[in-house]
């Protein structure tokens, strides 16, 4: 079964609106959490590594106030997209690790913004 | 739906060995393919992409990989591989037209003795 889910699969949301993207995992507590993003005929890029209890590491080029992340407990992550644009529309992804060499994905979130 | 599978859950080599990690997808149509590798307690990073064109690919780091349309195939190679290869292999897929999940493979854990 799966073992990280997010939520939601596909939002569609209105410029200038919020967005928030849940990541679980569903088996273990996990410390680190991984979002990345990825735009159509690119590879996936990161974007943030969350660590619970702690504030999230932000990639160059990333605005940490436009993409909120927030690691509230061993199993849960979120990512706010804030006042989104058109431009932020992607697939966001987010990856869990367990110990060093256990890694699992989401399924991924679609994000339309209009 | 679209599924990726990875043939070998763990690869355990000598330095200067040569490498061959299999890749199979499901998808009948135009894809996207991708590999990418982590190292232990890093993020995603990634190793090589194709999306049309000259379906042999180079990467980074000495990689290619092959890309088989009959055989729905995206096997990664390395005619040598070093201790600093160590690391988890991943094979993802994206549906050309954008519209699907990104769906990675389960990974290949790389283990190179020196």
């Known amino acids: 079964g799966a073992v990280v889910s997010q939520h939601p699969s596909w939002v569609i949301c209105k410029s200038g609106t919020s967005v928030k993207i849940e990541c679980r995992s569903l088996?273990?507590?996990?410390?680190?959490m991984f979002w990345y993003r990825q735009f159509p005929k690119q590879s996936l890029m990161l974007m943030a590594t969350?660590?619970?209890?702690?504030?999230?590491?932000?990639e160059q080029g990333v605005e940490k106030d436009k993409f909120l992340i927030n690691h509230a407990s061993l199993t849960l992550s979120t990512l706010t997209v804030t006042s989104a644009h058109p431009e932020d529309s992607s697939f966001y992804i987010c990856?869990?690790?367990?110990?060093?060499?256990?890694?699992?994905f989401g399924p991924g979130t679609r994000l339309t913004v209009t | 739906a679209q599924s990726v599978s990875q043939h070998n859950h763990h690869v355990i080599l000598s330095e200067a060995a040569s490498l061959e990690l299999g890749c199979n997808y499901s998808?009948?149509?135009?894809?996207?393919l991708f590999w990418y590798v982590q190292y232990p307690g890093q993020h995603l990073q990634l190793l090589l992409k194709?999306?049309?064109?000259?379906?042999l690919v180079k990467g980074i780091k000495g990689f290619e990989a092959e890309f088989i349309k009959s055989k729905f195939s995206f096997n990664l190679r390395k005619p040598s591989v070093q201790w600093s290869d160590t690391a988890e292999y991943f094979c993802?897929?994206?549906?050309?037209?954008?519209?699907?999940?990104?769906?990675f493979g389960p990974g290949t854990r790389l283990s190179v003795l020196p």
């Open positions: 088996d273990f507590q996990a410390t680190t």
């Open positions: 194709y999306f049309s064109g000259d379906p």
């Open positions: 998808y009948g149509g135009t894809v996207n």
């Open positions: 993802a897929v994206n549906e050309e037209n954008y519209g699907q999940n990104f769906v």
């Open positions: 990856s869990v690790t367990r110990g060093e060499n256990e890694q699992y």
């Open positions: 969350s660590n619970e209890g702690s504030k999230a590491t932000y």
